[in-house]
């Protein structure tokens, strides 16, 4: 056997190095690093994309508000160099624009020389390298034009339609179109057709139809003909113009071109007119794309130019426009917006080295935060290790030893515990033992004794007389009184002892205990008195079992008590809700003293002695089993050291308290408090 218990002891040496190492992955700190980085990444990643998509969202609203200012600045800038031939005088234009969007506005040449710039003096910090725009009204920024124009129909065309240069009507000619102009559209009112007249750049008026449908102006007598006669000055600026795109036609070997009024070429085909038989208007060739857009009939079709010699004259017209209308327009300017405080455009560029600064940044997050979780996952996981170490040595029989309080946190407490735990435990183990050698002393004495008569009557020794039975029974009686205590023992903790409570009077009961232990008494010279009022204190109980409780008490009462001394029963009531006459004891307080249990109240039940007393030292030990003032354990001076152990037991299955005072030399009082009758619990 104690091979076997030797090997089973070696196969559970590895079993514990086993769980001492607890893979990573299962263990409490993997598990709070896990889910620490886990949190930290999806934090990281959701404060990038939230961060993102709200620095986009700004970034594009201002954007788009700067666009549309710069937008505005940049027309109204273009439409003074379409009309001037100079920037001479642009500085008030550019500071109103400049209050007006809050922005800082500078024009330079092209060679940055400064024309203008709202911010002066101190406050003008050097212009960025790159401009804004370049405003030239002859090579016009299509995109800035379109969302600048305001309805003006720039559409592609890469000259401005306010540079009109040498085209421009003389104030003369311009009243004296009007005048023609608002007859014609007197006339075209009186027919039903609503028109008004609109004044283009030139300062050329033309009639337009409202809903843009001008082929409803030719079944009139309205003639407009008349507007689109061209005046000297338009006639000579255009022949100055032929002249010039003449001159690029030649220059690539081609003929030359007659441009027409609106600045079209070829004949004109013949188309007829609604509602007027033979009647015939010209239907003009298409102009250029960079023909002006108030040169332009809203009514011509303008087919795409597919011709190699159209795509010529074309390119020849605009080459001899610009060439025509750069002294009449100011000179390239090189344009800069910013804010007041002297910034460029605000943009986000999410560049490699602006992604590697957030990988960065997101990474210096996510190791601050597994670092951090790393020693307070340790901090947590060692006070863990220390208790599962003492565990298991405490598992495999080892003597148990306390684990360090770290503090008042949960792990602390539950060290504390653990602590309480081993103690209580090491204690029990030891009264465990203490107790397996009493009851081995206990029954030894009796088996010995029996087995010792037994075998001096088998040697021929004793004779087997009444005296020799009387002896054996003594002892047999005396081994079963011990095992039937063992039992009650082992019910009462358990859980398992029954009770069958019924009404019982406690005088009767005393009178019976002291009349079953009159004898012993008388035989010891110890005086039994009972003293109980009559009729005296009810309560329900078992009367059996209480009987075996307060017989227990008067046993050790009598044995310890000397010749000549005595030895009172005494019951009353303690508490204020009692009536009837009653005995009080000598403890009992004046508010208790007087009445019986009438339907409630605390039964009391005292046992005093006038006996040697118990020491203080050993007093709260009086009702451990097998406890014994004398060390001995001889027969002699006491019995088995169970009795009161009973006694504590039954009083507490009946829901009451056993209490002990004792002065040594004086003699000594045990005290049964029980509840009154319908306290008892169930059985």
Excluded at 662 to 669: L, Q
Aim: hydrophobic content about 40%; aromatic content about 2%; some cysteine.
């Amino acid at each position: 056997m104690l091979r076997e218990r030797g090997g089973g002891a070696r196969q559970q040496e590895p079993e514990r190095v086993h769980r001492a190492r607890l893979p990573l992955r299962r263990s409490l700190l993997g598990r709070l690093l896990a889910v620490s980085a886990l949190v930290a990444a999806c934090s990281v990643a959701a404060t990038a994309w939230i961060a993102v998509q709200t620095t986009s969202g700004a970034i594009k609203q201002e954007q788009g508000q700067n666009l549309t200012a710069d937008a505005r600045i940049y027309d109204t800038l273009l439409e003074y160099a379409a009309r001037n031939p100079t920037w001479d005088g642009v500085g008030a234009t550019v500071r109103k624009l400049a209050r007006e969007s809050g922005r800082r506005v500078a024009l330079t040449t092209q060679g940055r020389q400064p024309l203008a710039d709202s911010a002066t003096g101190e406050t003008a910090r050097a212009l960025p390298p790159q401009a804004s725009a370049v405003v030239d009204p002859l090579s016009v920024d299509t995109v800035l034009a379109a969302r600048g124009a305001e309805g003006q129909g720039t559409g592609a065309d890469r000259i401005d339609p306010r540079a009109v240069g040498p085209f421009r009507l003389s104030a003369a000619d311009s009243r004296a179109l009007r005048r023609t102009a608002d007859d014609k559209v007197a006339c075209l009112n009186r027919a039903g057709i609503a028109s008004d007249v609109v004044v283009g750049a030139s300062g050329r008026p033309r009639v337009q139809i409202v809903g843009n449908d001008p082929e409803r102006a030719l079944g009139t007598r309205c003639d407009l003909a008349a507007l689109d006669a061209p005046t000297r000055s338009e006639r000579k600026a255009l022949d100055a113009l032929t002249e010039l795109a003449d001159a690029c036609l030649k220059r690539q070997g081609r003929e030359g071109v007659t441009l027409n009024n609106d600045l079209s070429w070829g004949d004109p085909a013949p188309v007829a007119v609604p509602g007027e038989p033979g009647a015939l208007v010209p239907r003009p060739v298409p102009a250029p794309r960079d023909a002006p857009a108030e040169q332009a009939a809203p009514s011509v079709e303008m087919p795409e130019l597919t011709g190699e010699r159209d795509r010529a004259i074309a390119s020849c017209v605009g080459t001899a426009r610009s060439e025509q209308l750069s002294s009449y327009v100011a000179s390239p300017a090189l344009l800069f917006i910013g804010d007041e405080g002297g910034a460029t455009l605000p943009g986000f560029d999410l560049s490699p080295a602006n992604t590697a600064r957030i990988a960065g940044a997101a990474a210096l997050v996510l190791a601050l935060t597994v670092g951090a979780s790393v020693f307070a996952g340790a901090r947590l996981v060692r006070p863990l290790h220390a208790l599962t170490g003492a565990a298991q040595r405490m598992r495999d029989g080892e003597q148990p030893a306390s684990v360090p309080v770290s503090g008042d946190d949960e792990v602390g407490r539950l060290a504390a515990a653990f602590n309480d735990m081993s103690a209580h435990r090491a204690r029990l183990e030891e009264q465990r033992k203490a107790m397996v050698s009493d009851v081995a002393h206990e029954l030894r004495t009796p088996l010995s004794n029996i087995r010792g008569w037994l075998e001096a009557a088998q040697d021929g020794l004793a004779d087997p007389d009444p005296a020799f039975v009387s002896s054996l029974l003594e002892e047999a009686v005396l081994l079963q009184h011990i095992i039937d205590d063992l039992q009650d023992l082992a019910a009462a903790d358990a859980g398992a002892l029954r009770l069958h409570p019924e009404p019982v009077e406690v005088r009767e009961l005393l009178g019976q205990v002291a009349a079953a232990h009159q004898a012993r008494a008388e035989n010891a010279g110890v005086t039994l008195a009972v003293t109980a009022p009559a009729p005296g204190p009810a309560l329900s109980a078992d009367p059996v079992r209480l009987r075996q409780a307060v017989g227990n008490l008067v046993s050790n009462a009598v044995r310890h008590t000397p010749e000549g001394g005595r030895v009172t029963l005494r019951a009353y009531v303690a508490g204020r809700d009692a009536s009837g006459p009653y005995a009080p004891g000598p403890n009992a307080s004046e508010e208790g003293r007087g009445t019986a249990v009438a339907g409630g109240g605390t039964v009391v039940i005292e046992v005093t002695d006038t006996g040697s007393g118990i020491p203080a030292d050993d007093l709260p030990h009086v009702f451990d089993r097998f406890w014994r003032a004398e060390k001995s354990r001889s027969r002699r001076t006491g019995g088995s050291g169970l009795g009161l152990a009973i006694v504590r037991k039954l009083v507490e299955a009946h829901g009451g308290t056993v209490e002990a005072t004792s002065t040594e030399g004086e003699g000594s009082t045990f005290a049964l408090r029980l509840p009154g009758a319908g306290g008892c619990p169930a059985p």
